[in-house]
């Protein structure tokens, strides 16, 4: 395609210039005004020193500032990377050490919370404030511990004048990096280009059938691949994108009344509150399309939300943030498929594979390859995991044809004789939990760090309506009085609520494999049933 990024909105400004292109409390930005605004911080972002490849990243909630930022980043030849606002600092840190971020785009507020992390940063030597109203006393109220930073106005940025001039560069350099946490370790940033998230947005708006008249409801965070494909694929279509930082369930049927809303993006443990509510009429009438990621949709959530939107298309989707979206089941099949993720989206070769990579037959449990245009470019300074997953399937290519960019999911699955996939579960221990993929050794380090334990694992459990629940099962390092409260507690404090385990249960020991390790298959059944037979639960 040879887009870039940033002109998916040049191309929607030269037919739609007067209409919305972002909706934000009650403000809107047309197409032209979006693209004004993006020459501007690109020229300013350049004149402060940004250079091609540099990387710059975006702590903010869902505003005009933050998607501005993304594609300024893009039109200056940078590469964006957002950080999810319910990140602690520690989380924040880690994020811009690893990728070397030398910009940060934040508040003021978020700065303020950042100045004990921030020195650690040491690639960092500019911050943004995007705070309209910021004066020069505001900007002395930061601590002493970011004296060293160079803070910028967002306003300063904003009245450059139209970028001087272009990068160079093209379809395949990189354009983003989103963390994303694996089975071990602290979260790695998946690299994607410019042709990654392009393509990505031509062949999820083709399959959703997208078009100008579309308004978009963006909810999910920015960092997380399927919150960014709103972005992208409303831009794409010339479509408009109504931002919105989730507070209560009833408050989204109240947005898409007020908002006119055609389409909505949502995970299961959103989708299974939204489906008890009662959804007005104006809205039954407003939304063409759902859809769902990040795990499988429960039946009963399904039923629900059909009954509340009967004339509402239910796109049940599957993907991974190292290939952006892999499958998609068409509303037409869910009523012969209601367990099935769906066939390969357009763009995408799917393969169900032995270990060796031979093809599975029909049937045959296996793992999920994705090959072609949509697989990101790799783990940012991460070769050897790069190497581990994404490696070329043997056999699909030949003579001096190139390979196929390709990513073994770590996803087992069965495949049958039409191509329809049916997701059986993760081939190592990463916990997938309302949409996130959480990391068990990030949570292990949080509750080994408190001092109260001498072990500790953490696994997921299958749960009704976050896809997984986290539960720890730790022994005590001196008492056990109260300390699944204490541990509780400990984590809500140091973790986004979302990687809090729901269950935390105190054992004398925890049992182990012949090889002397942790045997979390054995805990993994021991928990099968914890949330789904309605057991008690211990918090």
Not at 182 to 195: A, E, Q
Not at 226 to 240: E, I, K, N, P
Not at 474 to 494: H, I, R
Request: hydrophobic letters at 40%; aromatic letters at 6%.
């Amino acid at each position: 395609m040879n887009l870039l990024l940033h002109q998916l909105i040049n191309l929607a400004s030269e037919t739609r210039a007067d209409t919305e292109a972002l909706s934000h409390q009650g403000k809107s930005l047309t197409y032209a005004g979006l693209r004004n605004a993006v020459e501007s911080v690109a020229a300013g972002l350049q004149r402060s020193g940004l250079q091609t490849g540099d990387r710059v990243a975006v702590y903010l909630p869902k505003q005009e500032e933050t998607v501005i930022a993304f594609l300024a980043i893009s039109r200056a030849g940078g590469i964006f990377v957002p950080v999810n606002p319910v990140l602690k600092p520690s989380q924040v840190a880690h994020i811009l050490s690893d990728c070397g971020a030398s910009m940060l785009i934040t508040s003021n507020d978020r700065a303020k919370l950042l100045a004990v992390v921030l020195p650690q940063c040491t690639a960092l030597k500019q911050i943004v404030i995007v705070d309209p109203d910021i004066v020069d006393s505001d900007e002395a109220s930061l601590p002493d511990s970011l004296a060293y930073q160079h803070v910028i106005r967002w306003g300063e940025l904003l009245q450059q004048s139209p970028i001087s001039r272009d990068s160079t560069i093209t379809a395949d350099d990189n354009v983003a990096i989103l963390y994303t946490s694996g089975s071990t370790g602290r979260p790695k940033g998946v690299v994607l280009s410019h042709n990654n998230l392009v393509t990505g947005a031509q062949s999820v708006s083709q399959y959703l059938k997208m078009n100008q008249a579309d308004r978009i409801l963006a909810l999910l965070p920015f960092s997380f691949d399927y919150g960014l494909s709103q972005l992208t694929t409303a831009f794409h279509s010339g479509a408009c994108v109504v931002l919105m930082n989730y507070l209560l369930p009833q408050d989204v049927p109240r947005q898409v009344v007020n908002e006119a809303i055609t389409g909505l993006a949502a995970v299961p443990s959103l989708w299974s509150q939204l489906a008890t509510l009662n959804w007005p009429k104006t809205a039954q009438q407003s939304l063409r399309f759902i859809t769902n990621s990040g795990s499988a949709m429960p039946q009963i959530t399904l039923e629900a939300l059909q009954k509340q939107l009967p004339h509402t298309d239910v796109f049940l989707m599957y993907g991974l943030t190292e290939a952006f979206r892999s499958t998609y089941l068409p509303p037409e099949e869910l009523p012969r498929r209601p367990t099935s993720i769906g066939k390969a989206i357009p763009d995408a070769t799917l393969s169900v594979v032995r270990p060796d990579g031979s093809p599975c037959d029909p049937g045959e449990p296996g793992e999920l390859v994705h090959q072609g245009p949509l697989v990101a470019k790799g783990y940012w300074n991460n070769p050897q995991k790069s190497a581990k997953h994404f490696r070329p399937l043997a056999g699909k290519q030949s003579g001096s044809q190139l390979p196929l960019p390709t990513v073994w999911s770590g996803d087992k699955m069965t495949m049958d004789e039409e191509g329809y996939l049916y997701f059986i579960g993760r081939e190592d221990d990463m916990i997938k939990t309302s949409g996130y993929r959480v990391s068990p050794t990030e949570v292990e380090d949080v509750i080994n760090g408190t001092g109260l334990v001498s072990e500790v694992v953490v696994l997921g459990a299958p749960h009704p309506t976050l896809g997984q629940a986290i539960v720890a099962v730790v022994t005590p390092a001196v008492d056990t009085s109260g300390l699944a409260e204490k541990l509780s507690g400990k984590c809500k404090k140091a973790l986004p609520s979302f990687m809090v385990p729901l269950h935390i249960e105190v054992r004398s020991e925890i049992p182990e494999t012949p090889h002397g390790k942790f045997d979390r298959k054995s805990l993994a059944k021991e928990f099968r049933g914890l949330f789904t037979n309605e057991t008690d639960k211990k918090t």
